[in-house]
């Protein structure tokens, strides 16, 4: 099939490089030339996880083509993919000027039939504002619209595109229905067709609800604190019930990112249009803000003072196997101990060079490995688990801090394993040895 993406960020690149790695013709449309200009020469803005590889092969195979002009996509593509931002408010809704804009600038190029697929996290009845912009701006298009979210997960993308738990669209047409399944009939994967509107809820219902479990396991883990119990031991058990499962059960430093916290403030504004405030959600963001707080207490009560303290940090990005600093609570956390006056040597796999370009990144010391950071340290943080960060010499890391003390923001490594190597050992929710 003949398929267009507008927007060629994180989620249109990764799903038009995947499209065309499944045979279809994609066309990725974007209104910033230097980056048309960047992808034409194979180089890839941003890192993930076996995406560089996927565009070059398709570009090399003519199922890849990028350009800057949305009339010749238009023209190209069966079925339109919008995947344009869609950043927040001030008051947490979603600010949709670039779905608004895109709706636009296609409806004039828009000469035969059509599906128009928002792929962009999108507010519940976007859909309907797309089509209605649509039909304004072009009184006689044929065209259905159709949401289809997207669960991408940054580190793992092209896998989840390519090897989907799930295939999610809604429509209101059968014609467009039939030409969604015929997109990705190449995806071996369930497929649930609901009406738009129902699609448009399930994404952001579906990350509110990981970022619930996230917060109710870390609210758990201060109870665990106070108790002496073991969160990881209480996380499995309640993790092998098969109604709740495992996943986001993890005990940290709290969610962040370009989806969950965005999501959840959408959610919450969603609900309170429609009159119907969702007010757990707004206990999940506090938890997660409190958490946080918290660890960042327990290391100013260990320092006393943190003013002129060296302290190392690992990791830079939300999660590991990205380069992505959104919303990140490792970032969050250098900021606040920076203002605190801590002299902070970072260092992560992937994320420095976005980091030193943020007004924060002047204010960081950047190491060019998690040794170099540790070297004459008052105190190590863990950040963000990223796995090269269980595998280094303890021991060497130990002889060459100011003082052992290590702060594991995300319960990375071992406790019995670092008391041995002579660590004051810090994490979440497990209980303190003597």
């Not at 060019?368 to 004459?376: H, I, K, L, Q, T």
């Not at 008391?419 to 004051?424: E, I, L, N």
Request: proline residues 6%; aromatic residues 8%.
């Amino acid at each position: 099939m003949k398929l267009t993406i507008i927007g060629s960020g994180y989620v249109g690149l990764t799903t038009g490089a995947c499209f065309a790695e499944v045979g279809h013709e994609v066309m990725c449309v974007d209104n910033d030339a230097s980056k048309i200009e960047t992808l034409r020469r194979g180089e890839i803005p941003i890192y993930e996880p076996g995406l560089a590889d996927l565009v070059t092969q398709n570009v090399a195979a003519d199922r890849l083509s990028f350009t800057t002009s949305t009339a010749e996509g238009v023209a190209h593509g069966d079925v339109v993919f919008i995947a344009v931002p869609t950043p927040p408010n001030p008051d947490g809704s979603v600010d949709l000027r670039f779905i608004e804009k895109v709706a636009r600038e296609i409806a004039p190029h828009i000469d035969s039939y059509k599906v128009i697929v928002d792929k962009s996290t999108v507010p519940v009845k976007t859909g309907e504002k797309v089509a209605e912009t649509i039909q304004r701006y072009a009184p006689d298009a044929k065209f259905d619209v159709v949401s289809n979210p997207e669960f991408l997960r940054e580190g793992s993308a092209v896998h989840d595109l390519m090897k989907p738990d799930r295939i999610v669209f809604g429509s209101n047409s059968d014609r467009a229905s039939a030409l969604m399944k015929k997109v990705y009939e190449p995806f071996v994967a369930p497929l649930l067709v609901t009406d738009i509107n129902s699609a448009e809820l399930i994404k952001h219902a579906a990350n509110s609800f990981l970022a619930l479990k996230i917060s109710y396991i870390n609210a758990i883990s201060e109870i665990c604190e106070a108790s002496g119990a073991d969160i990881e031991r209480v996380a499995e058990g309640i993790g092998m019930d098969s109604r709740i499962g495992q996943a986001f059960l993890n005990a940290g430093l709290g969610y962040g990112g370009s989806c969950f916290p965005k999501d959840i403030a959408a959610f919450i504004a969603i609900s309170e249009q429609l009159g119907t405030p969702f007010t757990l959600l707004k206990e999940v963001q506090k938890i997660n803000a409190h958490q946080l707080d918290r660890f960042i207490d327990r290391i100013r009560k260990s320092l006393w003072v943190l003013e002129e303290k060296k302290i190392a940090v690992w990791g830079l990005t939300f999660k590991p196997h990205t380069d992505d600093l959104r919303s990140s609570v490792a970032m969050e956390l250098v900021e606040k101990l920076v203002v605190e006056g801590a002299v902070v040597t970072a260092y992560d796999p992937k994320g420095m060079d976005r980091a030193a370009a943020l007004p924060i990144g002047s204010r960081i010391r950047f190491a060019n490995s998690p040794e170099e950071a540790a070297v004459g340290a008052d105190a190590l943080v863990i950040a963000t688990e990223w796995p090269e960060f269980e595998h280094v010499n303890f021991p060497r890391i130990r002889e060459s801090m100011l003082s052992p003390i290590l702060f594991d923001g995300r319960n990375l490594l071992d406790p019995t394993t670092m008391r041995k190597f002579g660590f004051d050992y810090h994490c979440i929710g497990r209980p303190k040895m003597d």
